[in-house]
């Protein structure tokens, strides 16, 4: 399975310019989508899920047009959108019912799989209770059984980790590294560490245009021997962000302890240390690569 | 200071974030319309406001009152609906909670809301006032401006009547139990009382309508229709009396001069002033309502005890991790094969959302309705109770054709494979069920007595009530829309008997009309419009 998306370009009223001119080739595997909030991240997931068409280009599910034949993705796709609601008078059980047969989904078999769902994402001691008393993280759950309904090829899940708390997080980005395999994932998110472990590729959007499209690896070795370690008086520390890209800083009882990403040794006893993805990340986002406080 | 600059700035943003809504266009372009109808040229034939075929020529004075007249009537119905959204969009939009952080006191949250629902329905007033000297100039019968008899009646007719108004829609929006649908209904069940009170007061000694009273009523309408009765009394010779506000056509139009010289006198306006004090009292006790956006405190009023344990609004305390048991999921290698099969499971799913979420008592007057329908006598049935069985639900059809939108699924809902038509369709086909189930008694007595026109009749007003729900709901996104159209409807045709808009057959005379086969054609229309909305909604969103 191959999911192209071929320049397309999204103007909302106002000439509002979501995305520009944007392509992308997406295969097997996790895809990571990282971007600063407003780069276009949600538009293009709402592209693919046929929820908003592209102004220009296409979007093509091997080689079918999905604009013109939106069936096509919406046979295979789960989406999880990242704001959605739920009918507060129904059940968690009746909610995925009716969105079971939306999808078409054989009755039996939706049955068997909402059990399954509702055990996987641990909410069946509440199968029975109205979802207006559904917390947000339980609702986000929810909205989690309900992209898995239909077994998708192709899972899209916006800003997942949302309203998640930090041991829920942790249990999704394991479950998205169960669930991939010969299915596509699209993960998009803010938080770098939410695709740290799963991620196959990464694509890195800003401003509506791919800026970057690697398997971690490589995007690590965009700042291989560019990130550095030390401590600095707090004085100090302004005068490096001037002149630095720092991508984090930690408060001690010596001082600050410092990591700054740059090409060349910073003039303070600074140590090269192993990059992080998120430093990989500053690094390609920032523009002038100094002065990003953290 | 603070509290004026506060009071400011709360009218001043919820003015712009109205007037700049295209809904808010669309109102002023229907306004335009109607006034543009309202004041026909004598060559076509109708007129809208009537002395018994006698119209007053077309001056300051005559535009003025006519149009203070529609506007009062029209305002206080159609207005309240318009504004009444105020508080809610802070809820919707959140910025309620923001609000509610802040140091601002409720009075002035309250009042700065009132100021901004007073601030709309005085642009759309003076709108009118601008289209009406425009339709004075158009008209040409008089073209000399007055502007002191064009604007006195809005100002001391219409005016007072709409700061009332502004004052009862923040009522209605703070009061839990008629901040929505229900309320609505009230509001209307209101209206409709004070009309006719209004009606009978200024007219009560007098069935002909000859000798009006002007009387201290809250429309303010008594001493134009007083000052008009009179003065056509004395300048029309055959004029027997009879006073008439709507769509009439007329073969021979006559015309007199109006032109009162003293209509508002100091003591009449002190009158109207009077009822600025209910107002004031309004939005005090409307301060004392209003929660500060905090609904967990809903239920306490109804008892502690049932607060902590069956408040709507509490959370369930919940697992946190997900099952650290391996889970193995069923694939889905094959989608339902029997397309009927998974269209009765959509319209199960629909109807589940239709019916849900009601209190007992509204169940048990609905069963009551169903019961009272196979207990009185048929033509009882037809009069009345089916009247009745096809009001009650209004707040359930107003649901049809909103929901995905109303509750924010239409994401998770416009991404599946149903969603182009066979979840509308469903939807619709799960309002139809429900609308036979509401009047199940009446064509169950139908059938029994062989009345086959009124069985067909029956069967055409319940597609035309869900036809037109699933597309007033389709097309406004909104429930208040359908539930205000068909409020009027149901108020002009079964219950007063208006055969034209009688889609229920209660007049016979709009059986031997053939009126039900117009709503025939109307339901076929209106599902489609919805359809056609609703599929360009899921492409377009």
Not at chain 1, 147 to 164: R, S, Y
Not at chain 2, 323 to 345: A, D, G, M, Q, V
């Amino acid at each position: 399975m191959e999911l192209i998306v071929d320049n397309a370009t999204k103007i909302y009223k106002g000439q509002v310019k979501a995305l520009d001119d944007f392509s992308l080739k997406i295969d097997r595997g996790v895809l990571g989508l990282l971007g600063p909030n407003g780069a276009g991240k949600s538009t293009l997931m709402r592209m693919i899920s046929t929820i908003t068409k592209p102004s220009s280009g296409s979007i093509l599910l091997d080689n079918k047009d999905v604009v013109k034949h939106p069936n096509e993705i919406r046979k295979i796709i789960g989406y999880l959108p990242q704001n959605f609601g739920v009918y507060p008078n129904l059940n968690v059980v009746e909610f995925l019912e009716y969105l079971a047969a939306i999808k078409g989904i054989n009755g039996k078999i939706a049955n068997k799989r909402i059990n399954e769902l509702l055990e996987l994402v641990n909410l069946s001691d509440y199968r029975k209770r109205p979802l207006r008393g559904y917390s947000g993280g339980m609702k986000q759950r929810v909205g989690i059984a309900q992209a898995l309904l239909n077994d998708p090829k192709l899972l899209i899940v916006d800003e997942p980790t949302v309203g998640l708390d930090p041991e829920e997080r942790i249990r999704f980005r394991n479950l998205i590294s169960e669930l991939s395999g010969d299915r596509i994932i699209i993960l998009s998110t803010h938080i770098v560490s939410d695709i740290e472990a799963s991620a196959t590729d990464i694509a890195i959007i800003k401003k509506g245009r791919l800026i970057l499209n690697k398997s971690p690896e490589k995007l690590l070795n965009e700042v291989k021997d560019k990130v550095w370690e030390g401590i600095v008086s707090s004085d100090m520390l302004s005068e490096l962000r001037l002149k630095h890209l720092i991508s984090s800083t930690v408060q001690s009882s010596v001082g600050v302890k410092i990591r700054i990403i740059s090409a060349t040794k910073p003039d303070f006893n600074a140590s090269p240390v192993t990059p992080y993805l998120e430093d990989a990340y500053l690094y390609v986002i920032s523009e002038k690569k100094v002065g990003t406080i953290v | 200071m603070s509290t004026i600059n506060a009071l400011y700035h709360i009218m001043k943003a919820d003015f712009l974030e109205r007037v700049r809504r295209y809904s808010f266009i669309i109102t002023i372009a229907i306004i335009c319309y109607i006034a543009y109808k309202y004041i026909p040229s004598k060559e076509h034939g109708y007129i809208t406001l009537s002395l018994s075929g006698y119209r007053g020529i077309y001056n300051s004075a005559w535009i003025g009152a006519s149009f203070s007249l529609v506007t009062t009537m029209a305002l206080t119905l159609a207005g309240f609906y318009i504004i009444k959204n105020s508080i809610e969009r802070d809820e919707k939009t959140k910025v309620g909670q923001i609000i509610a952080s802040t140091q601002i006191k409720n009075s002035t949250y309250i009042f700065g809301k009132f100021l901004s629902n007073l601030l709309v329905m005085s642009f759309m007033v003076l709108i009118i006032i601008v289209l009406a000297i425009i339709m004075q100039l158009v008209r040409a019968e008089d073209t000399a401006i007055n502007l002191h008899q064009l604007v006195a009646p809005f100002l001391f007719s219409t005016m007072p009547v709409i700061i009332m108004i502004s004052a009862v829609a923040i009522f209605f929006e703070t009061v839990p139990f008629l901040r929505k649908g229900f309320g609505n209904v009230v509001f209307f069940i209101c209206w409709m009382t004070v009309i006719t009170l209004v009606t009978i007061s200024v007219f009560s000694k007098d069935v002909d309508n000859t000798n009006p009273q002007i009387k201290n009523e809250v429309l303010g309408i008594s001493p134009i229709i007083v000052d008009m009765v009179e003065t056509a009394q004395v300048q029309c010779d055959d004029y027997r009396g009879g006073f008439q506000l709507g769509y009439r056509q007329v073969t021979n139009l006559q015309t007199f001069v109006w032109n009162p010289s003293n209509l508002y006198t100091k003591k009449l306006i002190f009158k109207r002033m009077i009822w600025a004090f209910p107002t004031v009292l309004l939005i005090l006790l409307t301060t004392l309502f209003f929660n500060r956006f905090d609904y967990s405190t809903k239920k306490i009023l109804k008892g502690q005890i049932k607060f902590k344990t069956k408040n709507k609004n509490q959370e369930y305390e919940s697992k946190s991790l997900y099952s650290n048991e391996t889970i193995l999921l069923t694939p889905i290698n094959s989608y339902s094969n029997s397309f009927i099969i998974n269209f009765i499971r959509i319209v199960k799913g629909e109807f589940k959302l239709l019916v849900k979420g009601l209190p007992k008592l509204w169940y048990l007057v609905f069963l009551s309705l169903i019961v009272a329908q196979f207990t009185t006598p048929i033509n009882t049935v037809r009069e009345y109770v089916l009247p009745l069985a096809f009001i009650w639900p209004i707040i359930l059809w107003s649901k049809i054709g909103v929901n995905e939108k109303y509750y924010q699924t239409h994401q998770l809902i416009f991404s599946c494979l149903g969603s182009n038509t066979l979840q509308p369709i469903a939807s619709w086909m799960a309002g139809v069920l429900f609308t036979f189930l509401a009047g199940s008694g009446a064509a169950i007595r139908f059938i029994a007595g062989g009345l086959w026109i009124e069985l067909g009749i029956f069967i055409i007003a319940v597609l035309f009530i869900t036809s037109m729900a699933f597309a007033l709901g389709v097309m406004s996104t909104s429930r208040k829309l359908f539930q205000v159209v068909y409020m009027l409807i149901w108020y002009i045709g079964p219950l007063n008997k208006a055969y034209i808009f009688d889609y229920i057959g209660v007049n016979d005379e709009s059986v031997l009309n053939g009126q039900y086969l117009y709503y025939l054609i109307a339901a076929i229309l209106l599902l489609l419009i919805g359809l056609v909305i609703r599929r360009w909604q899921v492409v377009h969103n």
